[in-house]
T-cell receptor
Framework: EAEVAQSPRYKITEKSQAVAFWCDPI?????LYWYRQILGQGPELLVQ????????DSQLPKDRFSAERLKGVDSTLKIQPAELGDSAMYLC??????????????FGPGTRLTVL | EDQVTQSPEALRLQEGESSSLNCSYT??????LFWYRQDPGKGPEFLFT???AGEEKEKERLKATLTKKESFLHITAPKPEDSATYLC??????????????FGRGTQLTVWP
């Protein structure tokens, strides 16, 4: 069964350091999402890609966060510099294509980030 | 203001004790409502999608229903392995990026033997 892959699964870093997360969506999925989930809350969208284009990054803190999906397949989310408040689970999801009737989003296992 | 509200926040059931979880939303123009299950330290696992009022979907001991402003996830004769956080998410037709999901905070379900 096809799955969304993410790495690393866990990351511990110190404040002001740079961190990067990688996501490989289900093959053939055009839409890729990055979410942040704080403990005890639901996931919140950070950025949405359609192929290699950003279609929604309104909730992305652009002074420190960046995301790219250069070839429209895998994606990288970067934080520089990391702050204590960035500690959370970072989830990647993919769907066939946003807006079609079967655009169910499938999630990866997530990356648990701890900033010390 | 939360657009998606789930209740209760936590629910403890004895094995075999049926119950329901609630998800209500405040914005009009629902495109779809999604239920996910999330185990501790893992990503959400897709359960159901509902598109219109009156629709029902079933999977094993779970049954999801949708009305005009809320959805219920009914759990019949739960087992300890049903313990997880259940997340509700909605997609809207208007005023939102196509495909974007808005999640509730989840209901943490514990089923004890």
């Amino acid at each position: 069964e096809a799955e969304v892959a993410q790495s690393p699964r866990y990351k511990i870093t110190e404040k002001s350091q740079a961190v990067a997360f990688w996501c490989d969506p289900i093959s053939g999925h055009a839409t890729l999402y990055w979410y942040r989930q704080i403990l005890g809350q639901g996931p919140e969208l950070l950025v949405q890609f359609q192929d290699e284009s950003v279609v929604d990054d309104s909730q992305l803190p652009k002074d420190r966060f960046s995301a790219e999906r250069l070839k429209g397949v895998d994606s990288t989310l970067k934080i520089q510099p990391a702050e204590l408040g960035d500690s959370a689970m970072y989830l990647c999801a993919s769907s066939l294509e946003a807006g079609v009737s079967t655009d169910t989003q499938y999630f990866g296992p997530g990356t648990r980030l701890t900033v010390l | 203001e939360d657009q998606v509200t789930q209740s209760p926040e936590a629910l403890r059931l004895q094995e075999g004790e049926s119950s329901s979880l609630n998800c209500s939303y405040t914005v009009s123009g629902l495109r779809g409502l999604f239920w996910y299950r999330q185990d501790p330290g893992k990503g959400p696992e897709f359960l159901f999608t509902l598109y219109s009022a009156g629709e029902e979907k079933e999977k094993e001991r779970l049954k999801a229903t949708l009305t005009k402003k809320e959805s219920f996830l009914h759990i019949t004769a739960p087992k300890p392995e049903d313990s997880a956080t259940y997340l509700c998410a909605v997609q809207f037709d208007r005023g939102s990026t196509l495909g974007r999901l808005y999640f509730g905070r989840g209901t943490q379900l514990t089923v004890w033997p």
